[in-house]
């Protein structure tokens, strides 16, 4: 079947990016084209995927030869109920080159979702945002202390765009990190949870186990890695976040 050319935006912006996922299932509802930006500013002790954090070590692309790979699988998509993600990285860290990205998505009529820690909330403008269906956006602890422990970066800008969001009316996900002995405080689990609940729009909880998955790339980046020794959490820890958010009537994954 030939597929039908999508419309040619005016300008083509390039953009760094890390890798593309073409089946997507964890980053959004349904199947997803998950582009992975490269470059962030957060310093995550627990990041999987270190390589991504400078941005200029990443592979050149631009707008128009992303958004063409795109439109290949943009039919499959629709029928799949899902979209495409720009996730990263930090996606934000390249505004210009992300808005373009979702303004041709939404050319192809399909749904978007911008995965992002928020910090660089003050880029995104509200035309991007218009284009966005839907935020993806990780809260890595509710406590300013920790999430500078955590991050290397202040927690309020965060708040201040899921703020923003809510006024804007986008639909979000709302992501939190179980670290053992980190994120686990009842009392950060309980202030995030608080506020959560306090925005409209939040459609979901999701709560991530932490997992040493990407410790190896640490290794071979001459990285030191901080959790070493720090274990998964257990089913019961895992079962108590959830019971906290919850209680706020979130819906937990």
Sequence with gaps: MKI????????SVDGYIHSVETLGTVDGPGVRYVVFTQGCPLRCLYCHNPDSL????GRLVSS???????QKTADFLKRA??????????????PEFVAAILRGCKEMGLHTALDTSGYLGSRATDEMLADTDLVLLDIKSF???????VTGVDLQPTLDFAKRLESLGR????RFVLVPGLTDAPANVEGLADFVASLKGVE?????????LGEFKWKELQMRYELSDTKPPTPEAIERVHRIFASRGLTVV
């Design 171 to 174: 639909k979000m996900w709302i």
């Design 143 to 149: 406590d300013p202390a920790t999430y500078r422990r």
């Design 204 to 212: 979901r909880v999701e709560v991530a186990p932490f997992h040493k």
């Design 4 to 11: 039908q050319s999508r419309p040619r935006q005016a300008a």
């Design 64 to 70: 128009h030869a992303l958004l063409d790979d795109i």
């Design 54 to 57: 400078k941005m200029k070590n």
């Design 81 to 94: 109920n899902g979209g495409v993600t720009i996730s990263g990285g930090e996606p934000l860290v390249q």
